[in-house]
């Protein structure tokens, strides 16, 4: 069979994972080309992966030969214009999370999708974590029966450098942060959200509160059939990386994640010690290996992208609306 010949747009923290898998560990891809506008970071990604091409944009890496789909990993403003880019050259995309920054640009980077013909995916990756494709099952076959709440916490170990904030080129906690768990509650619960309240605090670092942006948030959902959820996302919880949630329904519940690195204790004369979680891709490695190997797959295979724009898009209001509540104090009702 055919390799699936694709390239990455965007090789920083992210995009360079997705392309060691690609190169490394996904055996019906091909890595192709990398690319970055910061050419020489392109450059060095593409030595260290030991593949020929590399390109310092977007334009340029759409001449190269052989190539079937781009994997989008840009900073989040970018994506929407890089998703109508791609698709108008008739490439299939994997575009990072958040899909867009407003829903304007979302709607046009899918209406630029459809008219090519072309399939995307987003990457919301937990969807292929063990423990939440278990969930997932588990909650499909009827084992907890309804499902009545959602609770979700996602807190990151190390805040971003102001100079990142000030940059003005990722969404504030609500897209880059909670937009996971956004889609985690409409996934999970197998129902849309209809209405989010958010509560917000700069509490500890008053500085980013100038940029627009918070340090930690809570968020309360209402599902469209009767369920209720609540949110918490937090920007430097210092101690380290701690994604959970918990799903309760009406015949018991399902709980996700954990705190431990590795499963090992150590005990010494000062008591028990764990490592704990630190980063994402240690925490989801798998998840992001199985994300790329299924968009391969179903690109090879002429299947449907499983985790949709469509998906992308809800989740994309769901991250307007608690803004739109950060910003007034009031409930705001999705999609509106
Ligand atoms: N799914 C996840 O769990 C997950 C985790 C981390 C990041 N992300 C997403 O991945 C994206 C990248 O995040 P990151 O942490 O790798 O950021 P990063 O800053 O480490 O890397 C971004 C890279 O994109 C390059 N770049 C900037 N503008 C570009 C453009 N217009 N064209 C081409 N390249 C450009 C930069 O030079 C840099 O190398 C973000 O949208 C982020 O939200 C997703």
């Known amino acids: 069979m055919a390799k699936l010949g694709v390239a990455v747009l965007g090789v920083g923290e992210m995009g360079r994972r997705h392309a060691e898998n690609l190169r490394r560990l996904v055996p019906d891809a091909r890595l192709v080309a990398v690319a970055d506008v910061d050419a020489n970071r392109a450059r060095r990604a ?13 334009e340029a890496l759409l001449e190269c030969k052989g190539l079937d789909a781009v994997v989008i990993a840009t900073p989040d403003k970018f994506h929407a214009n890089a998703v ?24 046009q980077a899918l209406a630029a999708v459809a008219k090519a013909g072309v399939r995307m995916q987003v990457g919301f990756m937990r969807r292929y974590d063990p423990g939440y494709s278990a969930a997932m099952k588990r909650i499909a076959a009827g084992e907890i029966g309804t499902p009545v709440v959602f609770k979700s916490i996602g807190r990151d170990k190390d805040g971003p450098p102001l100079s990142a904030y000030a940059s003005n080129i990722n969404g504030m906690l609500f897209y ?32 980013v509160a100038q940029f ?20 918490e996302s937090h920007a430097q919880a210092a101690y380290g990386y701690d994604v959970r949630s918990e799903i309760i329904g009406s015949h018991g519940s399902i709980q996700v994640g954990s705190l431990h690195k590795t499963s090992a204790t150590f ?7 764990r490592l704990l979680e630190d980063h994402f891709l240690s925490a989801f490695a798998d998840a992001y290996l199985a994300e790329i190997k299924d968009f391969v797959a179903c690109m090879l295979q002429d299947r449907p992208a499983p985790v949709t724009g469509q998906d992308g898009l809800k989740a ?8 739109k509540s950060h910003l007034s104090g ?6 509106q």
């Not at 005990?267 to 010690?273: D, E, M, P, Y």
């Not at 769901?318 to 803004?323: G, K, L, Q």
Request: hydrophobic residues 45%; negative net charge; proline residues 2%.
């Open 46 to 58: 593409a030595d260290e992966l030991e593949i020929d091409s590399s390109f310092g944009s977007l």
């Open 84 to 107: 109508k880019t791609v698709a108008a050259a008739g490439k299939d995309i994997l575009c990072e999370k958040p899909l867009a920054l407003n829903l304007a640009d979302a709607r």
């Open 176 to 207: 880059t942060n909670t937009v996971h768990d956004f889609d985690l509650a409409r996934w999970l619960m197998q129902d849309e959200v209809t209405e989010v309240q958010a509560y917000t605090t700069v509490a500890i670092r008053p500085e």
């Open 212 to 231: 627009g942006d918070v340090v930690a948030s809570l968020v309360n959902l209402k599902f469209q059939h009767g369920a209720i959820g609540n949110i």
């Open 267 to 273: 005990l010494t004369t000062q008591g028990a010690t």
């Open 316 to 323: 994309l209001e769901m991250c307007v609306a608690a803004e």
């Open 330 to 335: 009031i409930a705001i009702k999705v999609g």
